[in-house]
């Protein structure tokens, strides 16, 4: 059974930096192209990054490039999302995705402190 779940949330501080992971199981991180999406209270869940199959592509929303970086471990069978420089408007629910499986994460709570 494919499960996705999240972590490496909490509290910041506003230009602190924090990792999420998302551990997979029931499929190999490296058979699917991976995203990390986010949903702040009130608004639309938006992409915020992407990483193929290959791990040779990689593509992010204009508000987090130059300070988000989307990677993987094969060997350990997990994606991650290292944030640095986060700000306030990065506060929200983070969730990773696969999308040949369509499957989505539990979430994992982010909170920016100005």
């Known amino acids: 059974q494919v499960r996705l779940v999240e972590s490496g949330g909490g509290l910041v501080q506003s230009g602190g930096s924090l990792r999420l992971s998302c551990a997979a199981s029931?499929?190999?991180?490296?058979?699917?192209?991976m995203s990390w999406y986010r949903q702040a209270p009130g608004k639309e869940r938006e992409l915020v990054a992407t990483?193929?199959?290959?791990?040779?592509?990689?593509n992010y929303a204009d508000s987090v490039k130059g300070r988000f970086t989307i990677s993987r471990d094969n060997a350990k069978n997990t994606m991650y999302l290292q944030m640095n420089r986060l700000k306030p408007e990065d506060t929200a629910v983070y969730y990773c995705?696969?999308?040949?499986?369509?499957?989505w994460g539990q979430g994992t709570q982010v909170t920016v402190s100005s």
């Open positions: 029931g499929f190999t991180v490296s058979s699917d192209a």
């Open positions: 995705y696969a999308h040949l499986r369509n499957w």
């Open positions: 990483i193929s199959r290959s791990s040779h592509m990689t």
